[in-house]
């Protein structure tokens, strides 16, 4: 993701055959700070859950007040880049009957580093215990960018986590296909003993690398889901300076980067392709996008004309696309918003929301009447 102002652009693509009948709705009049991620659990289906990048949490019912769940404090490092702060959480599977929050944050003031944790609900005010806090895994970032930072529980309860490949540009490092580090990686964790344990069925376990990957060859994924029908993991993974993509993130896969940006060769007029995994769709940054965020397969009954396609946003362009997973045809804009969406959300119903980022707004994907 990258945080900036942008100029609204003239749409340049072709629509969705549906994009005259979708709007966005904001939910209520309310102001956030720098929203990043919202969720709702089926405890508690009327309320919604936002994290909000300088390290809040706050539990808000619509139509009610906001109250706050977590106020990370002198714990978070978020002045290090626009990129860092409090980038993502995760409801045990099991909550509330295990009441346990686990978070993705930026923090460390010598040194930088990401931070996976876990906090226990709640005090008698309501909030998560910062007492209570287990550190699950920290790896050090040597740049300020490219944290990635999305966690969440697969349909098979293991905790998967998506790392950029340490930032700067053109992962000078070589993170993204160095299978020795954990950066440029997407992880699972089995995190029911701390600080946690390895799946056996990983696909490096007994290798000499690291055990922790699931899929490697990323830059910065920003936002995966798993699809609530087929378990499948889509992921956007943010280009360097001329594609935007969008993979199928499958066990023991290679997502190319730096060799490939999507499709394209990165350094090279030719590059050696075998045993990488391509985008299933990308775009270009030609037409004024410059960097994806990850959105859901719609699986909601609002809008059945959007039934199995995958929605995701541009943040810098405003734009909404649609991808049509059956007919692989190259994505369809579906909104020209006027927002910096940072993150999607998906209600109890499947129902899809967005996040805008600097106006501090949560907005629903609709029929127009």
């Known amino acids: 993701m990258r945080l900036l102002l942008f100029a609204c652009l003239v749409p340049l693509y072709m629509a969705d055959a549906f994009a005259a009948q ?29 994290a909000q990048r300088r390290g809040e949490i706050i539990r808000w019912q ?45 923090t460390g003031k010598k040194r930088f580093k990401s931070r996976i944790s ?19 895994l920290e790896i050090n970032q040597p740049y300020g960018n490219h944290n990635g930072g999305h966690i969440a529980f697969g349909p098979d309860q293991f905790l998967y986590i998506g790392f950029g490949d340490g930032g700067a540009a053109a992962d000078p490092k070589g993170h993204g296909q160095n299978r020795h580090t954990l950066l440029g990686s997407i992880l699972r964790l089995d995190v029911n003993t701390l600080p946690y ?44 300076n001329k594609i935007e993509e969008i993979s199928i993130i499958r066990s023991g896969k290679n997502y190319g980067w730096n060799i490939m940006e999507g499709s394209q060769c990165f350094r090279a007029k030719s590059c ?15 037409n004024g996008d410059k960097s994806i965020t990850g959105g859901f397969v719609y699986r909601g009954k609002a809008i059945p004309e959007l039934y199995g396609k995958y929605i995701f946003a541009d943040f810098v362009s405003g ?51």
């Open 22 to 50: 979708v709007q966005l709705v904001e939910i209520e009049n309310m102001t956030l700070k720098q929203p990043l991620m919202a969720r709702q659990h089926h405890s508690e289906p009327g309320f919604w859950y936002i």
């Open 62 to 106: 619509p139509g009610g007040k906001q109250t706050t769940f977590l106020e990370l404090g002198k714990r978070l490092n978020s002045k290090r880049h626009g990129e860092a702060g409090l980038l993502g959480f995760a409801f045990d599977p099991a909550y509330p009957q295990k009441p346990y929050v686990y978070l993705s944050y930026t």
């Open 272 to 286: 050696q392709k075998k045993n990488l995994v391509m985008p299933v769709a990308e775009y270009s940054q030609a």
């Open 197 to 240: 344990k390895i799946p056996s069925d990983n696909p490096f376990v007994g290798t000499q690398f690291r055990p922790e990957i699931f899929a490697w060859g990323l830059r910065n994924p920003w936002r995966f889901h798993f699809d609530v029908i087929s378990g499948e993991l889509w992921a956007g993974d943010v280009g360097q």
């Open 118 to 136: 876990r906090m226990t609900c709640c005090t008698s005010q309501g909030e998560l215990d910062k007492k209570s806090e287990r550190i699950i």
């Open 319 to 369: 734009r909404i696309f649609s991808f049509d997973p059956e007919t692989k045809a190259s994505p369809k804009l579906l909104i020209q918003s006027r927002h910096n969406i940072s993150s999607f959300a998906q209600d109890k119903q499947n129902e899809i929301y967005v996040l805008s980022f600097y106006e501090g707004k949560i907005l629903k994907l609709s029929a127009k009447p």
